[in-house]
């Protein structure tokens, strides 16, 4: 696992670019869907700053997939491309069953260099599994906690909390005059382990307030077309690192 990227002592945390999520291109022209967009999205947008990447594979329909067949091409291209941590989706957004998510999590043993980390959201069912077969594997894990959702408690409860690489709560508010008490809200709830990391990040109209939340708090976030097509003042951006670039002015 690349330890690149990661916070040193005094440093200020990482910041994470998430480079499509849901999206596509029905959403704007500049979210990467192949192989080779996603390599020279992220590329950029570690240029600007960024020192984590995460990405949703997706098929050559466009579909999001934990198939190993799918996420080779893509990490292979990333690899060649930058020299900071990678990591993958690994929630029903790429695979809506439980067991069929472990499933393709454990067969990610063929791939020749697993992705450094992968997002498990903690109020989806079977999250303790899948989280288990990533450790298994000897990826990070990232555990997603929502706002307006049971993850919080279900990953206080976790025996698994000790063990994952950072947790990161995503404020699902939408609403910018609103998002930031949303956020302390979730930040108030969450009981995290001595020495877990949090990274904090908001979405869509929430983005942009979150972020300077997390900032003042001292905390990783992140930034991407997966969370906001719009740069701080409104205008459309044009690409991830752009929004990356906006994020650390």
Avoid: K
């Avoid at 307006?148 to 698994?160: C, E, K, Q």
């Avoid at 699902?172 to 609103?178: I, N």
């Amino acid at each position: 696992m690349r330890t690149g990227g990661t916070d040193g002592p005094g440093a200020p945390p990482a910041l994470q670019v998430c480079l499509n999520g849901s999206r596509g291109p029905g959403d704007t022209a500049a979210v990467p869907m192949s192989p080779a967009s996603i390599a020279e999205a992220a590329a950029l947008a570690v240029a600007a700053g960024a020192r984590d990447v995460r990405v949703h594979p997706r098929t050559p329909c466009g579909a999001e997939s934990l198939s190993p067949r799918v996420l080779a091409p893509v990490l292979t291209a990333l690899r060649a491309a930058v020299a900071v941590p990678v990591g993958v989706t690994a929630s029903a957004s790429a695979e809506p069953d439980p067991g069929r998510r472990v499933e393709r999590v454990r067969s990610w043993a063929v791939l020749a260099e697993p992705p450094d980390h992968a997002s498990v959201d903690w109020h989806e069912p079977g999250a303790e599994e899948v989280a288990a077969a990533l450790l298994e594997r000897g990826v990070g894990v990232e555990a997603g906690v929502r706002s307006g959702t049971d993850g919080p408690a279900r990953f206080a409860r976790s025996p698994l909390a000790s063990r994952v690489l950072r947790v990161r709560a995503e404020v699902a508010d939408r609403d910018p005059a609103t998002a930031g008490a949303t956020a302390r809200a979730l930040l108030g709830s969450l009981v995290v382990p001595s020495g877990v990391p949090v990274l904090l990040h908001g979405v869509d109209g929430g983005t942009w307030p979150v972020l300077r939340l997390a900032r003042r708090l001292g905390l990783g976030t992140r930034i991407g077309l997966a969370d906001t097509l719009l740069l701080p003042d409104g205008t459309r951006a044009r690409s991830n690192a752009e929004l990356v670039v906006a994020a650390l002015a």
